[in-house]
């Protein structure tokens, strides 16, 4: 096989071209807002959204009745109302933001596990919710996926300058009289909400990689927020494509596939990194 038919071969087939836009869309959404993810050391909030959605993803099949196109907007809904009840409890109860997320994650999940509990088969019907499986992503889904992605990057764009104060210097923040609290509301939104499109490209069990693996990488390498998420965007993209290459010529799960590839990525970088590498020091 000669390396233009190595390439083009999975393409051939359309499901493959609905996975390719979709992991390039789901890779660089979270790599740019898992920028703000690593930087804030706020891994433990995407893990809670990733798992805090169980309950739309339950409730969406059991009213739809196993169609699975709907249950996306019942996992956003889910994600949206536990990003916004980890604020409240966090403020209104006087507690760390840790505390609050766990008592929200806890309690979700709980409620996520017991509804999917209830429907008979759940095992195999909702599997791809928990693992991921890119290569289903119907034209419906990869239209949401792509409109939802765009949205999101759109209001990086439009607030970068605001996310960045209200990151890393509220008091400064609260000089320049920026409304702190919406601000920060709405980055856990965007957060939740690209967890919820990265369900079909990798799953609960993974979409936390996604999340942390890249901008890690690109944080090897530069320390400048600009380049820091376009890089992330890259080794997000990279990651998605090579890994649906990895899943179709070696038959293993596309999700699992990508975030192996992103771990590489990610090794990589760590070990090859000029002054800082593993290699570098031993060399």
Known sequence: MGIVEFLVLPFSYPFM???LLAVVVVGGTCAVVG????????AFFGDALAHSILPGVAVGYLVHRGDRGPILLWALGAAILASLGIGEVSRRGRLKEDTAIGIVFAGMFALGVALISTVRGYAVDLAHFLFG???????WDLGLTVGIGAVVILMVVLFYKEFLVVSFDPTFAATL?????????LLLLLIAVTVVISLQAVGVALVLAML???PATAYLL????????????????????????????????????IVLV?????????A????????????
Request: overall charge positive.
């Open 17 to 19: 071209v609905r996975a």
């Open 35 to 42: 920028t703000y993810v690593v930087l804030q050391g706020m």
């Open 133 to 139: 499986n890119v290569l289903s992503v119907s034209r």
């Open 177 to 185: 009289r920026l409304r702190t609290g919406l601000f920060r509301h």
């Open 212 to 214: 942390i693996t890249p």
């Open 222 to 257: 530069t320390h400048r927020l600009p380049w820091m998420m376009g890089l992330a965007a890259v080794f997000g993209i990279l990651s998605g494509a090579i890994g649906l290459y990895v899943s179709f010529y070696l038959g293993i799960a596309s999700g699992a596939a």
């Open 262 to 270: 992103a771990t590489a990525f990610f090794l990589l970088a760590l």
């Open 272 to 283: 090859l990194v000029p002054r800082r590498g593993l290699l570098s020091h031993r060399f």
